[in-house]
C-alpha cells in the first residue's frame, strides 16, 4: 500500500505503506545503506523488518509492548516489496516479523524466507475477519505463514479546496481540465493496476498491456510530479502542486486528520485497487516466541484503536478492532460497502508479468521525461 504515517514531532512522517514507499529519509538501515546487520538478541529483542512508519515502530506502542513483555523492538525498513525479499534473502537468521503484502506472501513462503505462524499463539486469531484470516495467500500446504493485520485502499485523493464535488470517475486523471494537476507514485504495479481499470480490465492481469501503456502515456500533459513516499506527497500537496492523485486511504486520512490538509479520497465509479497486508516470521528468527508475541499485539484491538484515532491506520482484519473503534472518517471509510465492491485486490504475479510490468512503466516515464 500497499500501503503509512508521521514521526510525531508536527512534522510529516519519513515514509510509509506503500511508501508505502519508498521515501525513506537518511534512517540509515531503511535504505539498506547500513555498514553491517544486527542480529537480535533472541532473549530481549524482536527485530521488525517493515516500512517505515507504517504501525509496528509507534513509539508509544512499543513502550507499552515492552511494559507487557520485557522485550524491545528494533526496526529494519524496506521501500519495495522486492527490496524485502532481497533482505530476507541476504539476511538469514535476522528478522523475526516482517510485514508482508498479501500478494508477496506466497512468494516468500514459497522461497523459504519465512517459517509457518502457530496461531494457537495467536489470542486474538479468531477475531480476524475470515475473508482475510483465512486467504489462501496467506497460507499453503494447510500451514499459516501470515496473520492477516490490515486492509486499505490505493484510490484517488484530491484537493476539496479545488473539487467541490468528489470526482466520481477515474478519468479525471485524464481530463484536460486537470493538466499539469495529477501526481501518480513512481510505481510500476501501481502504475499498470490503475491503467488497467480505466481501460476496463483485470488490474492484476491486464490482457492487453499496448492498451494499458497507451493510457498512461495519455496522462503526460496532465501529469505534474511522480512521488514516492508519504512524507514527499504530503510536502508536494501542501505546496500546491498538484490536485488530483493516485493515494492510500489510511495516507489520505492521516493527511487529513493529522496535518489538516485539505484532503478528499474517493473510489471512482471504475473501480480501485484493494490490498491487505499480513504479519510472517521469518526463517530461523531468532526470537521466534517474541515474534508471535508482538504479531499478537498487532492485531490487538487495544492497539488498533489507539493507532488509528491518534495517527491514522487502515483498516483492522480484525473485527472486534473495527467494531471497537469510534464513528469517524476512517470508520465511514472502510464501511461503504458500495465502495468495497468496486476494489479489485492485489493478487501474486508471475515473475514474467513483473518484468513486463516494470518494462513498461521505465518506457512510459522516459516518455514523461521528455
Known sequence: MTGKTRDGKGSFGK?????FVAGASAVGLG????????????????????????????KWALEAFKKATGLDVVHEYYNSESEMITKLQTNPGVYDVIVTNSAWNDRASELGVI????????????????????????????????????????AVAYSTEVFKEAPKSIEALWDAKNAKRVSFRDDAIEAVSFAAIATGQDMNHPKDLAKVKEKLLALKPNLAMLWSSEDEWNKQFQAKAFDLSIYWSGSALRSK?????????????????????GLAIGKDAPNAEGAHKFIDYMIDPTFYVEWATKVGAPASANNAAMAALPESDDKTLYSDQAAIKRLQFMAPLSEKERQEFSDLWAEVKTEYAK
Not at 15 to 19: G, L, T
Not at 31 to 41: C, Q
Not at 264 to 271: I, Q
Open 257 to 277: 486528520n493529522n496535518f489538516k490538509l485539505p484532503v478528499g479520497f474517493v473510489v471512482p465509479d471504475e473501480g480501485a485497487v484493494g490490498w491487505f497486508d
Open 115 to 154: 517459517q509457518p505462524i502457530d496461531t494457537a499463539q495467536i489470542s486474538h486469531f479468531g477475531d480476524l475477519n475470515p475473508a482475510f484470516r483465512d486467504s489462501d495467500l496467506l497460507g499453503a500446504d494447510g500451514k499459516v505463514y501470515g496473520i492477516s493485520w490490515v486492509w486499505g485502499i490505493t
Open 31 to 58: 535504505l539498506g545503506m547500513a555498514p553491517f546487520i544486527r542480529r537480535a538478541s533472541a532473549a530481549g529483542e524482536v527485530k521488525v523488518l517493515n516500512w517505515q512508519g507504517y504501525g509496528t515502530d509507534e
Open 15 to 19: 515514509v510509509s505503506r506503500r511508501n
